[in-house]
């Protein structure tokens, strides 16, 4: 309980001294757990303290970004005419032990972009793109990561096919850059984040959806020819392989939560 008062920087220093002892995944699992239990901002800490690979600052420039698995979003789903969008987006997914590394780069000018920052869980009122996972394809339950252009922040819970629920909150990471001609998203989403089946597959196959709003034309593009209006929401989802790194880092999922009154 001692750990739950300690300032982020000492967490990270003891981070960085248990990882040295115990290995890098388990002191990542730890400090997750502490996350979960705290009340200290996620944006304090740092990725690469943590173990971490990749740095999540929205530009898409490590190598592992070169060879990744990629698609377009190019459907308009809202309103729904499924025509080819004017602009380009494209999503570029690969998994590691870390987690699930995703990056969107979206063509847009900046005179049209809208970056409106809101606070972490509030309705998003700029530019934003949404990936929603189902980790077991099991089509009963997803879960939502919605990043701002600007980096605001909101997740959530879907259920029953398209009944979406804020009353869930993980912890993952995510940034946002712009550009002259276009935004990008880039999101680290921990394989701790959501409970999953455990499985000695080589591969772990999900369901995931991705899609884009943007405030200027009040368009939505997709990958699918699905929204979230249809009744099949979650079934329509497509089916993405990836290496099943989360074999060995389920050992458990926390949704308890802590709050210190003032």
């Known amino acids: 309980l001692v750990f739950m008062h300690l300032d982020g920087r000492y967490i990270m220093l003891l981070a960085e001294l248990f990882r040295w002892i115990l290995g890098r995944r388990i002191v990542s699992r730890l400090v997750l757990l502490w996350l979960s239990l705290s009340d200290v901002s996620i944006a304090t800490l740092s990725l690469s303290t943590m173990g ?57 000018s900046r005179a049209t972009q809208s970056s409106i920052r809101t606070p972490r869980d509030a ?14 394809r099991s089509q009963d339950i997803a879960y939502g990561f919605r990043l701002g252009n600007g980096g605001s922040m909101r997740d959530g819970i879907w259920q029953n096919e398209n009944q979406f629920s804020t009353n869930w909150e ?10 002259d001609d276009r935004w990008v998203a880039e999101y680290l989403i921990p394989w701790t984040v959501a409970p999953m089946a455990m499985s000695h597959e080589r591969v772990r196959v999900i369901g995931i959806l991705v899609s884009r709003h943007n405030v200027n034309l009040g368009y939505d593009y997709s990958q699918e020819a699905v929204n979230s209006k249809q009744l099949n929401y979650i079934s329509e989802f497509a089916a993405l392989e990836v290496d099943n790194f989360a074999v060995g880092s389920l050992d458990f999922f926390v949704s308890a939560s802590h709050r210190q009154d003032l």
């Open 123 to 136: 309705m998003i009122q700029s530019d934003y793109v949404d990936v929603i996972i189902d980790f077991d």
């Open 170 to 179: 993980g912890t993952w990471y995510g940034q946002t850059h712009q550009e």
């Open 52 to 108: 971490y690979a990749l740095d999540i600052d929205g530009h898409l420039d490590e190598v592992e970004w070169q060879t990744a698995s990629h698609f377009l979003l190019d459907k308009i789903t809202v309103p729904y005419s499924l025509a080819t969008p004017l602009e380009a987006t494209e999503v570029r997914v690969f998994a590691s032990e870390e987690g699930l590394y995703v990056g969107v780069v979206a063509e847009q």
